[in-house]
């Protein structure tokens, strides 16, 4: 080693209509907190506070973080809420409407702007974009954040992923051959089955509850290992061969997977020693005892490693009330010290082209940040990205993947009878949005078409 630390994202060459269809999913649910009345609003304006909506950062204690340890240090009152996709875009778009508006700040992944920035609702930030020039942002993110167009929307705040984690007396385990830095698909089923063998119960671990990633895991992973592809691919034989891996590694998953929705929970209880999440959702177990997990990439399958490097940025509505006040706490959050507290008590990480992380971080957020840049770097990574362009439909698309898992995985189903019914149901919810494939799927002239 000499000495320098790895990248966390590694670069991805986007043309303009690439950027526009980047997003950033592995959207962290959780509880909203509740948007202030107008007149509310008011009333905090007039007493110097500003008003931030995220999508980012929603669960209690992650708000409570963002509330009591990055936005504390900022010269006025931040009242900071937490909000799903769907309310986050309806509240901005109904002030643009109104033609008035008490949000200052709006943070997002870059789906979540997308469409904000397409019917040109948010600010130009040319300006403030070459005043933080300095910051090192990755120079893909800076075209990213153009949202497909010549000025920028957004500035980069943060960038996460997805990655694996194991108790470590589960990597005593593993299968013969097998190296939990370059694992395959069927070696962690392999490596599921010699747990069972070896403990009496199943100990893999998949977000499949109500509130979890596990259309992610298809999206962004498993699909692009199997097939290269993800919509273009959705009901081919290679999806079939995916779909019955799936149901192998269920059958030595935690029975009590349908109800988890992060699992870092589950791994800190020993009820999986195994398991894939969005970083976020595995943080608290690596924090708490680094020296009982090791984080690794994900798996690599028949097409390679599919993986999802997620952006999130800062952006101000064109009705925000005090434009000033927005720029001057965007410059706070994207500081170097608040984007360091951001990956040392959020685990997600600076968006800067080099990694840009504080020598006191924690063992188990390094590990993250090890185990992401080794998965973004790979030479058999299928960058996935997050949907863009789908609007109002981003719960019928997620749904289309989680009815698919309880038809052929759950219900054990013909996995191409399921598969050409929901093929149909997939292209129902493209064409009603008309929204163009994104990677890893080829570049479309119109609507994405399923195959």
């Known amino acids: 080693m000499d000495g320098r630390r790895p990248e966390v994202l590694t670069s991805v060459s986007l043309t303009r209509r690439q950027a526009l269809q980047l997003?950033?999913?592995?959207?962290?649910?959780?509880?909203?907190?509740?948007?202030?009345?107008?007149?509310?609003?008011?009333?905090?304006?007039?007493?110097?506070?500003?008003?931030?909506?995220?999508?980012?950062?929603?669960?209690?204690?992650?708000?409570?973080?963002?509330?009591?340890?990055?936005?504390?240090?900022?010269?006025?009152?931040?009242?900071?809420?937490?909000?799903?996709?769907?309310?986050f875009e309806d509240r901005i778009r109904a002030e643009a409407q109104a033609g008035k508006g008490s949000v200052a700040v709006i943070g997002g992944q870059h789906g979540d702007l997308a469409g904000l920035a397409a019917d040109q609702l948010l600010t130009d930030l040319s300006d403030l974009t070459q005043e933080l020039s300095g910051r090192g942002f990755h120079p893909d993110y800076l075209e990213l954040a153009k949202v497909g167009g010549d000025t920028p929307a957004y500035i980069p705040w943060a960038q996460a992923s997805y990655l694996m984690t194991a108790r470590k007396e589960a990597v005593d385990l593993l299968p013969s051959g097998a190296d939990v830095n370059s694992?395959?698909?069927?070696?962690?089923?392999?490596?599921?089955?010699?747990?069972?063998?070896?403990?009496?119960?199943?100990?893999?671990?998949?977000?499949?509850?109500?509130?979890?990633?596990?259309?992610?895991?298809?999206?962004?992973?498993?699909?692009?290992?199997?097939?290269?592809?993800?919509?273009?691919?959705?009901?081919?034989?290679?999806?079939?061969?995916?779909?019955?891996?799936?149901?192998?590694?269920?059958?030595?998953?935690?029975?009590?997977?349908?109800?988890?929705?992060?699992?870092?929970?589950?791994?800190?209880?020993?009820?999986?020693?195994?398991?894939?999440?969005?970083?976020?959702?595995?943080?608290?177990?690596?924090?708490?005892s680094p020296d009982d997990f090791v984080a690794f990439p994900a798996p690599t399958g028949p097409k390679g490693l599919g993986f999802i490097p997620v952006l999130t940025g800062l952006a101000i509505p064109k009705t925000a009330p005090d434009m000033d006040g927005a720029k001057d706490l965007i410059?706070?959050?994207?500081?170097?010290?608040?984007?360091?507290?951001?990956?040392?008590?959020?685990?997600?990480?600076?968006?800067?082209?080099?990694?840009?992380?504080?020598?006191?971080?924690?063992?188990?957020?390094?590990?993250?940040?090890?185990?992401?840049?080794?998965?973004?770097?790979?030479?058999?990574?299928?960058?996935?990205?997050?949907?863009?362009?789908?609007?109002?439909?981003?719960?019928?698309?997620n749904d289309v993947f989680r009815t698919t898992f309880d038809g052929i995985v759950l219900k054990r189903r013909d996995a191409r009878q399921v598969l050409a019914g929901k093929a149909k149901e997939l292209q129902e919810v493209l064409d009603s949005v008309k929204a163009p494939c994104w990677r890893p799927d080829p570049e479309s002239s119109g609507t994405c078409q399923v195959g």
Not at 32 to 55: K, N, W
Not at 206 to 219: H, I, K, S, V, Y
Not at 339 to 356: D, K, S
């Open 183 to 288: 694992l395959t698909y069927e070696q962690l089923t392999a490596w599921g089955q010699r747990i069972q063998q070896q403990e009496g119960s199943r100990r893999l671990g998949f977000p499949a509850g109500e509130m979890g990633l596990l259309n992610r895991f298809f999206q962004g992973y498993s699909y692009p290992s199997f097939t290269g592809a993800l919509n273009t691919r959705f009901a081919s034989s290679e999806a079939e061969a995916m779909w019955e891996w799936m149901r192998g590694a269920w059958a030595q998953a935690n029975p009590q997977s349908t109800g988890y929705a992060f699992m870092q929970e589950p791994l800190q209880a020993g009820e999986v020693w195994v398991a894939w999440d969005h970083q976020a959702r595995l943080i608290e177990a690596l924090k708490a």
């Open 23 to 87: 997003a950033a999913g592995a959207t962290v649910l959780g509880l909203t907190g509740c948007a202030p009345s107008a007149r509310e609003a008011t009333e905090e304006q007039s007493q110097g506070s500003l008003v931030m909506i995220s999508t980012q950062f929603q669960p209690v204690a992650e708000g409570e973080k963002m509330r009591s340890a990055v936005l504390a240090g900022f010269g006025r009152k931040v009242e900071f809420l937490g909000e799903e996709q769907g309310p």
């Open 331 to 397: 410059r706070y959050l994207t500081d170097p010290k608040q984007t360091a507290t951001v990956a040392r008590e959020l685990g997600f990480f600076p968006p800067t082209a080099q990694q840009q992380l504080p020598e006191d971080l924690e063992p188990g957020i390094r590990a993250e940040a090890d185990a992401i840049a080794a998965q973004s770097t790979s030479q058999a990574k299928v960058t996935s990205l997050l949907p863009v362009g789908l609007r109002d439909k981003s719960n019928a698309y």
